[in-house]
């Protein structure tokens, strides 16, 4: 198997050119990646845009429907700029129905019911996509590592969004039962977000410098940054291990 010794640095592979000289090991796990992560951001602009937007009643949070929902439209055009740079066309993904887009496929975006799963979206499956953009922000391939800085700029405030929706509900005794019954559900799910412990594709983008952590690696410290968040407002995470559909 092809590998260097030691993890590529960040922004080590510059652009386009370089890219067509790495080995096809590297850019095979380098488009994966990127169509992944383009596709996850088109079917977050529909989440914006085709479900929490028909959740509320209220204009001022109809406009940030609109408004997010725009945002994680330019995400996803500037992985399809990323990736058409290196000849890989992805633009028939927009289009596709959200069902029917099977790279990003997890029921924490595409099953939100409720506007306080609306919040937890926010609050906790935007941080753990943010977790992973921020590995983004160390590839080797720089274009990958330019593109990270504005989309962690617009997910900071997408997550505190989420945030300030959880914590107005738990303001009431009854809207904090309400959101602990939701958050007891979608923790698990978020944490199998970040894939199987001994996924071989994660210790390979490591070794190429795609990421600095293996899945289980970044589960976890997405798990201890967040648990203390969620304590502050009275709320409580299961057990990591509860109810994975795989670790
Ligand atoms: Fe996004
Ligand atoms: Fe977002």
Redesign the pocket.
Known sequence: MNSYPEPLTPNSVVGPDEFFRMPDEYKALLVHQMKVHTE??AT??DDYAKIFYHLTKDPYEKMLCCKLAA??M???IMGVEVLKAIDVDVSYMAHLDMQDRKLFDTEVVKRIDTWTERGFFGFLS?AA?YAQ?EEFGHSSYKPISEMAAS?LR??KG?IAHGFRIIRDLCKTEEGKAEAQAALTRMWPATLDLFGRSDSKRSAAYVRWGLRRLRNGDARQRYAERTRPKLEKLGLHAPDNMANRKFV
């Open positions: 996850g951001e977050g602009a945002e994680e330019n995400h996803h935007e996509a953009i989309i617009d997910e997408h």
